[in-house]
């Protein structure tokens, strides 16, 4: 993969400057029964069926080569005219490209010339989510969307825990650029769906619970695609170094989004995927309910020096909900 492109520290400031870098769901973009995000086909004419969709060719009614317009939306770097060709919901110039507050990330095994993905650049924060269960309040779909996946059935709301250890946690207006955490794995996949975006996976499909970074957009993103140990990883050190992130070294409390201007990587722009907060990924054990076993990413400021390698293969239930675990979204 070559060098790894050289860290950007933020300045002063910036972790308040990407609160918000989550579009808010004032006005969800996607109905939550649609589980995996992929284009209703019926509202599409089914553009699996359409033959200029599958010849292989560019042609009319398509942005780039098999994709957008009638045909199913590009990926990245593809063509486009609209935010409606792209699986991004993001076309700049006319090409296809992460949303907002993302980092762009690369595929190990691109298909139908989607050669990137996109990851948010921080953990979702407390502004973020309180923007989420606003617009969810407002919007029926959000409410009908509660137990129509199986696993998520028990569900009755959204809201974070806000007892024992979680009581003073979410609080969107003194803690605004914290990681939001006591979340369940379903108000993580809740909310990233609601957004338009997906529960890191593999790609658009939940993923093995045995996984590597290929198989896993989180671990690859973490690992700069297999190559680092550690986010912070470079060509000449691969170690852990406690120093870097927000670990149970560094005064093992929570601490606002990118406040560590060290702990960047594996890509350019990402921050926190070790320590903080863990995050929550989609790929669990089973589909049957709160009691399944899902992975759980990154470590935490109270988890141990082990969790804080990218390929640390940590769980929880998939209805835990607890201090250090948060989670951050995936697209394209």
């Not at 595929?107 to 269960?133: H, W």
């Not at 960047?264 to 722009?269: D, N, S, T």
């Not at 989609?282 to 804080?308: I, K, P, T």
Request: charged share 15%; glycine share 12%.
């Amino acid at each position: 993969m070559g060098v790894l492109i050289a860290r950007r520290g933020l300045a002063t400031g910036a972790a308040s400057a990407l609160v918000g870098g989550v579009v808010a769901a004032c006005s969800l973009a996607h109905p939550l029964s649609d589980i995996h995000g992929t284009r209703d086909a019926a509202a599409a004419g089914d553009p699996s069926s359409i033959a200029h969709c599958n010849d292989g060719a560019p042609g009319p009614g398509e942005s780039d080569v098999d994709c957008g317009g009638e045909c199913p939306p590009c990926g990245i770097p593809q063509g486009c005219a609209s935010d409606n060709d792209c699986v991004s919901h993001r076309c700049a110039g006319k090409t296809c490209a992460c949303p907002n507050g993302m980092t762009t990330a690369d595929k190990p095994s691109p298909s139908n010339g989607a050669r990137q993905s996109c990851i948010d650049a921080t953990e979702v924060t407390n502004a973020d989510y309180k923007a989420f269960l606003d617009g969810c309040a407002a919007d029926v779909r959000c409410l009908a969307g509660l137990g129509l996946r199986g696993s998520c059935a028990w569900k009755t709301s959204y809201a974070p825990d806000a007892t024992g250890a979680c009581a003073t946690t979410f609080d969107p207006v003194g803690r605004a650029a914290y990681p939001v955490v006591c979340v369940d794995w379903c108000d993580a996949f809740a909310f990233c769906r609601a957004n338009g975006k997906r529960l890191c996976n593999a790609w658009g499909a939940p993923g093995p619970f045995a996984q590597s970074w290929y198989d896993s957009e989180w671990l690859n993103a973490c690992s700069f695609g297999g190559t680092f140990d550690v986010p912070y990883g470079n060509a000449t050190a691969n170690t852990f170094d406690p120093s870097y992130c927000n670990g149970p070294h560094n005064g093992a409390t929570l601490a606002p989004i990118a406040s560590f201007s060290t702990c960047v990587g594996g890509y350019p722009a990402l921050y926190d995927m070790s320590g903080n907060a863990f995050e929550w990924e989609d790929a669990c054990q089973r589909e049957e309910g709160d009691g399944d076993l899902c992975r759980v990413r990154g470590g935490s400021f109270l988890g141990s020096e082990d969790d804080l390698q990218c390929a640390a293969n940590t769980t929880r239930t998939r209805g835990a909900r607890a201090p250090d675990v948060g989670f951050r979204c995936c697209a394209g």
